[in-house]
């Protein structure tokens, strides 16, 4: 079993946008999912768990990429229903028996490893998505239930000095899949 559903307390999660997407979503429209290659957790709605001023420095790193116009931050109650955690044991077993399959599969087809790549940071998480998606594939093969969300420890930035294992824009990010784990919205900024 790769998720799992152990808290099931409310969670508050944080999105970063423009604000005419924020204002759009606090009234009433559903999030757009991002469904790119390189997004870590794979295809789903993105929040900072617990974080508003990330989700507005991730907003204001957007607005300089030319990306959005006016940063913003909306606030959503979340459940994480059934989680793939990469913060617990059995989600982490569960993602190293997909790269296994996924390398395996892209062997025989004779299709080149996708790469993690972007800087010190690894920004483009190709290699982790391919990961997240063969886990997702796994799971419909085995009949077991699709997961809601996934939820996973995001360490990035610099060190925050000599020899630390903390760094500067580490987070808990949230991956929603399933929107009726988004109980409700609010605004931040």
């Excluded at 940063?71 to 994480?80: D, K, R, Y």
């Excluded at 025989?108 to 010190?120: E, R, V, Y």
């Amino acid at each position: 079993m790769a998720h799992h559903s152990l808290n099931p307390n409310i969670v508050l999660g944080y999105h970063g946008c423009d604000k005419s997407v924020g204002n759009r979503i606090l009234n009433g429209e559903p999030f757009v999912e991002s469904n790119n290659n390189f997004d870590w957790l794979g295809p789903g709605v993105y929040f900072w768990e617990a974080n508003p001023d990330r989700a507005l420095s991730f907003a204001k790193e957007q607005k300089s990429r030319g990306r959005i116009k006016e940063p913003f931050v909306i606030g959503a109650a979340l459940t994480l229903g059934n989680c793939i955690d990469t913060l617990s044991e059995t989600s982490i077993l569960a993602l190293k028996e997909a790269h296994i399959k996924l390398k395996s599969s892209l062997k025989l087809h004779k299709k080149p490893m996708p790469k993690n790549s972007g800087g010190k940071d690894l920004l483009l998480k190709r290699l982790d998505c391919a990961v997240v998606i063969m886990l997702h594939e796994m799971q419909k093969e085995q009949g077991q239930d699709q997961a809601d969300s996934l939820r996973g420890m995001y360490r990035e930035g610099d060190p925050l000095y000599p020899e630390s294992a903390f760094y500067t824009k580490s987070h808990i990010q949230i991956c929603v899949r399933n929107h009726a784990c988004i109980k409700g919205v609010f605004r931040v900024s």
